[in-house]
């Protein structure tokens, strides 16, 4: 009885070993050419596209990369833009904390505080004198800031004016000029 349980076992052991041998992974980086599937740790090497005539012109009736706005280096200039791009809320200053998740709110004007209380969401300012955010993966883009208090995890805050006045009391947290 023992050998047919061990037998049974280390069959399904190979057949578990087996079907995970056939997974892959995909990152999909929707501004990059398709690199097709990895697996593991791998990193697959970017393969130039040759050049057709057809390409060529496609290329020139295709948006340039936006210039970078002073402050923001080309990277975060471009996902500014397509977080601009993609609104689904402008409106001016805030007087109650935004607490919409998910969502990508641009506000115009030059605010005394601003209270975010965001999941996943992402917030475009232009300039805060005081900018408090709670929450998880949020992502805020400023001009200025007076003062930024943060105590959520996984969330970003750029900004394009002097460094300012920063708590953090939260994890994983990026909070940086540009």
Do not use: F
Not at 8 to 33: F, H, N, Q, W
Not at 109 to 138: K, M, P, Y
């Amino acid at each position: 009885m023992r050998a047919s349980r061990s037998s049974a076992a280390a069959a399904a052991t190979i057949v578990v070993a087996v079907l995970l041998s056939g997974c892959t992974m995909r990152i999909v980086d929707p501004t990059a050419e398709d690199a097709g599937p990895t697996t593991g740790a791998e990193t697959p090497a970017k393969t130039p596209v040759p050049k057709t005539p057809d390409a060529a012109e496609d290329d020139d009736r295709s948006d340039p990369d936006p210039a970078p706005i002073d402050g923001l280096d080309a990277e975060h200039a471009a996902h500014r833009q397509r977080l601009l791009d993609s609104a689904t809320t402008t409106m001016p200053c805030p007087t109650a904390p935004l607490q919409q998740d998910g969502t990508i709110i641009r506000i115009e004007g030059d605010c005394d505080e601003i209270r975010i209380d965001l999941d996943a969401g992402a917030v475009i300012v232009d300039d805060v004198s005081s900018l408090q955010l709670s929450g998880s993966g949020t992502v805020v883009y400023a001009n200025t800031i007076g003062d930024v208090r943060v105590s959520g995890t996984a969330n970003e805050i750029y900004w394009t004016g002097e460094t300012p006045q920063v708590t953090d009391t939260g994890t994983a947290n990026v909070l940086r000029r540009g």
